[in-house]
């Protein structure tokens, strides 16, 4: 049987390991989340990059070495907010983009619009009782060239806006219900910055407890604030 003394001696060992050194001990641990594809399961939106998301997981866990199930459980915390930070990047430019390419696009058919002109004709029925009126519409071209130009580049224009890229910021918009879209976006941001540190910090503290002798208590948890405005501002 174990003696208690045994015990406390294989804690205090266990605590001071720092993770794998060798090259395929390292490897393993990269793998720790993503060999199952758990993660990208979990992370990804249709259309996002699984293979850059693989990267940035083993990228992460060579730089942080977690070791054990709550140290990997805490950097897929982080993987997480650094990939929603990424797509928040892209967010910000596709609304940008929406905004900047749909209101190029409405310039253009304005333009068109200078060089056409539309009439449109009321007509009674065929007969003098009948009541039912007849509409028809007639839009001339007063300039063939101008209008051709103007309204190939609203199609380009529209084109743009209607890309993939500025289709996330547009569906952000639509999300923001009318919202300032920048400043919901900046708020998420936050919110998902004070995640990330969050769990680094937790991160760190196991780990620092773990390459500490067991009587040395780990650093204190700390909760970062990212939002820029201090505690005496509230």
Do not use: C
Not at 6 to 23: D, E, F, I, Y
Not at 29 to 41: D, E, P, Y
Not at 166 to 191: C, H, M, P, V
């Amino acid at each position: 049987m174990t003696s208690e003394k045994q015990v406390r001696a294989n804690r205090r060992n266990a605590l001071k390991s720092t993770g794998p050194k060798t090259p395929d001990g390292k490897a393993v641990v990269r793998r720790n989340a993503t060999k199952h594809g758990l993660l990208s399961q979990d992370v990804l939106l249709l259309g996002e990059d699984e293979q850059a998301l693989k990267e940035l997981d083993e990228n992460l866990r060579t730089e942080l070495q977690p070791v054990g199930e709550l140290e990997n459980l805490l950097v897929d915390r982080i993987i997480t907010a650094q990939w929603r930070l990424l797509r928040l990047g892209r967010v910000e430019a596709g609304i940008f983009t929406f905004e900047h390419y749909g209101e190029l696009a409405a310039r253009a058919r304005r333009e068109a619009g200078k060089y056409s002109q539309t009439e449109t004709k009321v007509m009674l029925g065929e007969h003098e009782l009948d009541s039912d009126f007849k509409t028809t519409t007639k839009t001339t071209i007063t300039d063939e060239q101008k209008y051709r130009e103007a309204v190939e580049r609203a199609q380009e224009m529209e084109s743009v806006r209607d890309a993939e890229l500025a289709t996330l910021g547009r569906t952000f918009i639509r999300d923001a219900d009318k919202a300032n879209a920048f400043s919901k976006l900046s708020r998420y941001e936050t919110t998902i910055e004070r995640s990330l540190y969050k769990a680094l910090h937790e991160l760190q503290r196991l780990q620092a407890a773990r390459r500490a002798d067991a009587d040395v208590p780990p650093p204190a948890a700390i909760d970062v604030d990212v939002s820029g405005i201090s505690r005496e501002d509230l």
